[in-house]
């Protein structure tokens, strides 16, 4: 056991020849993940937790790993036939995730309160903005992880280069130059937001729109050009959420719109300002283009809408997609864990006497 057996051995165990292997599993690891993370904000305070398990199964080991093979592979159909380039997986992770995640909102239905019967929306507030903001701020410190996770390191069996960074696609990059993009990417999409809307949550979420928006193209962008797509996608993302609310789609904090929305803005707006350049390291490639681009935002889609609306489809009829209306009402946190998460609700009693 402690040496492994097979060809496994020489990723599992130790090799002081591969300094990746474990890492790209970790990395794959966290992408799958991710996936769910993006889910579950949209169906929180409502969905039972063998159901959410299930979809979390579906979406992170199935819908992205086929969206993946088509489009994060230099022998995948939609790069070879197409030339469609997602470098930070804007389309196949956010894109998908967010999509599936529509889809399960679809059958889930919205938190009771939330639509008033003239179908007007009401607000639920979540109960600690300044925790909000530090957990959407952890989030974006993440994305440096999430983002460097996609470059080849060198010298590794699977390089382009052998003693240079790439992408997955073979095309060159260096941590710098991304490193810098991702920042302007966070400017961008925090000033947009927060000229539009003024508020906190909005602007956070701003910066994650802004880096999803330029996801796809970190590695061919100039740093102005970054800043000027997450602007956008910065002011495009409170609307986007209000227009879903109007359709009566209950998404508690706007992943539909934030990753999915903005997901397949930003696979579009490479084939807008990126055409013609190689989709991957090579003689006679396929370039990108604004075709190929929205061919892969349409597949990227359906990978995550479908498989989405049919498993939520199929729990809602076995009885394991929603909690009943009562445990709704009291709190999940008190039906379901046997312990009280806010100390409000936890009767107090007087110490023993010493």
């Not at 097979?6 to 300094?19: H, R």
């Not at 993370?37 to 305070?45: H, N, Q």
């Not at 790069?79 to 470098?87: C, I, R, Y």
């Not at 991702?182 to 937001?193: E, H, R, S, T």
Request: net charge negative; aromatic share 12%; with cysteine.
């Amino acid at each position: 056991i402690a040496w492994g057996w097979g060809d496994s051995a020489q990723y599992m165990g130790p090799n002081i020849a591969d300094n990746a292997s474990g890492v790209f599993f970790g990395a794959f690891a966290l992408f799958a993940a991710t996936t769910a993370s993006i889910m579950s904000g949209a169906v929180i305070e409502r969905i039972q937790t063998v159901g959410f398990v299930v979809l979390a199964i579906v979406l992170g080991s199935f819908a992205w790993v086929v969206a993946a093979a088509w489009g994060w592979h230099a022998d995948g159909w939609l790069v070879t036939k197409f030339g469609v380039h997602d470098f930070g997986a804007a389309g196949l992770v956010h894109a998908v995730a967010g999509f599936f995640a529509l889809g399960v909102l679809i059958n889930l239905g919205p938190r009771i309160g939330k639509f008033n019967a003239d179908g007007s929306a009401n607000h639920i507030a979540g109960h600690n903005m300044p925790l909000t903001v530090v957990g959407l701020m952890l989030i974006i410190v993440g994305f440096w992880g999430f983002l460097m996770a996609c470059v080849i390191v060198p010298g590794e069996a699977w390089s382009w280069f052998g003693d240079k960074f790439a992408t997955i696609y073979g095309t060159p990059i260096t941590l710098s130059a991304l490193s810098f993009n991702i920042l302007m990417a966070v400017a961008g999409g925090i000033i947009g937001a927060w000229i539009w809307t003024k508020d906190p949550f909005w602007m956070m979420s701003g910066a994650l729109a802004g880096i999803i928006s330029t996801a796809s193209g970190l590695d061919i962008y100039f740093p102005a050009l970054a800043f000027i797509i997450a602007f956008s996608a910065g002011i495009i993302v409170a609307p986007a959420a209000a227009w879903l609310e109007r359709r009566g789609i209950d998404d508690a904090v706007g992943a539909v719109t934030v990753h999915g929305t903005i997901g397949l803005y930003g696979v579009v707006m490479l084939g807008v300002f990126a055409s013609g350049y190689p989709a991957l390291q090579g003689e006679g490639v396929a370039t990108i283009s604004l075709f190929g681009q929205i061919v892969g935002a349409v597949v990227f889609f359906l990978c995550g809408f479908v498989p989405g609306y049919v498993v939520s489809y199929i729990l809602k009829g076995m009885g394991m997609l929603r909690v009943p209306e009562g445990a709704e009402i009291a709190g999940m946190d008190t039906v379901k864990v046997p312990a009280q998460g806010y100390p409000e609700g936890i009767p107090t009693s007087p110490a023993p006497a010493e």
